[in-house]
């Protein structure tokens, strides 16, 4: 039963997150698919083996439209929360501990022959159930927002490690600032188009010589190098000439470097 409902709450919520993705992007998306599934198996992992399957069907529903919506909060909070890790598995974590509280059913529970004198929940006529599981939910937001803000600050106090990036490092990749090598191909494909298209000052004087028919244009090199392309500063060089800020750590110039031979 609880591999069944957890098939059911994670199918529902990656079709109700990718309708709702439609009414603004008007397609549906693999990210939002995936996004409701993972919203709706969060919501599953407390309320599986306590729930119906028609529960796990509704649980879906909630769990992908609100995991959904959660994800503005890191707007109106101000938090940095690139993954949405708040909205995903706070929010379907709360979702399926209440959902236990309303739907949980003493004989879904008993049908492992083991644990077959647990109270359900309010189809069982178990009303206090709902306030111990709001105070399970506090207790348990309680417990990881302080260890949390404790961990992270004794990471942001230790010798060598922060809690934030560079603007060099983003820049650059975090990949290759931390661990020296790219994790996503895509990433240094990119950053190889950037470094050996030619800066815009540069291709527009080729472009002018080659107008003007001057001879001197053809001994121009077809593609220009902004530097040493696996160093911060060939980034920042190729972005002022094409008249966009270079900054460095703290807002300081990014020194330009040559071509290496």
Known sequence: MAIWNTMLAAAFGGVVWCLLDWRLEKKFTMVGFCSGTIAGLVAATPASGFIPPWAAVIMGIVSGAACNFATKLKFLMRIDDALDLFAEHAIGG???????????????????????????????????????????????????????????????????????????????????????????????????????????????????RADSGSDSSMRLPQHVAAGDRHGKPDVGLHDQQNGLPASGQNGSQLEPISEKE
């Open 94 to 208: 709360m979702i399926g501990l209440l959902f236990n509280a309303f739907f949980a059913k003493n004989s879904i529970i008993a049908l492992d022959n083991v644990n077959t004198s647990i109270p359900g929940g309010w189809l069982d006529h178990n009303w206090k159930q709902l306030y111990i599981q709001f105070a399970y939910i506090c207790a348990a937001s309680g417990y990881a927002f302080v260890m949390t803000a404790l961990l992270a600050k004794l990471v942001d106090m230790t010798p060598c490690l922060h809690l934030r990036a560079t603007d060099d490092a983003e820049h650059l990749g975090m990949d290759d600032d931390q661990i020296g090598e790219f994790a996503n191909d895509y990433i240094e494909v990119r950053r190889d188009y950037d470094d050996w298209t030619p800066p815009a000052s540069v291709e527009k004087s080729w472009n002018i």
